[in-house]
């Protein structure tokens, strides 16, 4: 297993430009979850999925959109990016919904975003 | 407001000895608090869960403890060693009617040979 897949590593982007940051997951984890971690602010959720066509926001969802057309993929769209979206930005996922059990995140290796 | 502390301060410790970390959460009834490793450069890995039932968790040289009362998570490694070096993060789900998971802002453990 690949475990948790990013791309890309590293983006560059300028104020204004929109992109996708990639994230697949073979586990067959049925819960999904974008979170960036800025210095001393730890990490903090952005969007979260319990299942495939179910999305909802977490702690900071503004500027960023999320879509789950199928159980392996997870995309996180910037639709307008600004500089205050510099960051470092997790994927995880884990076999269920935290609701219905307790299960661990497996956390992909990360997506270093600057917007300039 | 709810939010979860950890000491953002670097904890330095010689090897051998035992670290312990905090984890303070306000305004939150999580039914379970998680803890996971941070090496530079790398996401998360998760280290121990602990339920609100539990008082104590043990896993090799990795003990956690849950207090409700207090709020209080606490995370000990004992006989440390240079390789335990890296941010420790505590995560919980604030209820049980929501999937979101949060984390701590993390303590960064440096042990010295």
């Known amino acids: 297993n690949a475990g948790v897949t990013q791309t890309p590593k590293f983006q560059v982007l300028k104020t204004g430009q929109s992109m996708t940051l990639q994230c697949a997951q073979d586990?067959?984890?049925?819960?999904m979850s974008w979170y960036r971690q800025d210095p001393g602010m730890g990490l903090r959720l952005i969007h979260y999925s319990v299942g495939a066509g179910i999305t909802d926001q977490g702690e900071v969802p503004n500027g960023y959109n999320v879509s789950r057309s199928t159980t392996e993929d997870f995309p996180l769209r910037l639709l307008s990016a600004a500089p205050s979206q510099t960051s470092v930005y997790f994927c995880a996922s884990s076999y269920g919904r935290t609701t219905s059990s307790v299960y661990e995140q497996y956390f992909g290796p990360g997506t270093r975003l600057t917007v300039t | 407001s709810q939010k979860i502390e950890q000491n953002s301060e670097a904890l330095n410790i010689q090897e051998g000895k035992t670290a312990t970390l905090t984890c303070n959460y306000t305004n939150y009834s999580p039914a379970y608090l998680q803890w996971y490793r941070q090496d530079p450069g790398r996401g998360p890995v998760f280290l121990l869960l602990i339920r609100e039932n539990e008082k104590e968790k043990r896993k090799e040289r990795l003990k956690v403890t849950f207090d409700t009362t207090l709020k209080q998570s606490l995370f000990h490694i004992t006989a440390s060693q240079p390789a335990d070096s890296a941010t420790y993060l505590c995560?919980?789900?604030?209820?049980?009617?929501?999937?979101?998971?949060?984390f701590g802002t993390g303590t960064r453990l440096q042990v010295f040979p």
């Open positions: 995560a919980l789900v604030p209820s049980y009617n929501t999937d979101k998971l949060i």
């Open positions: 586990m067959n984890h049925e819960y």
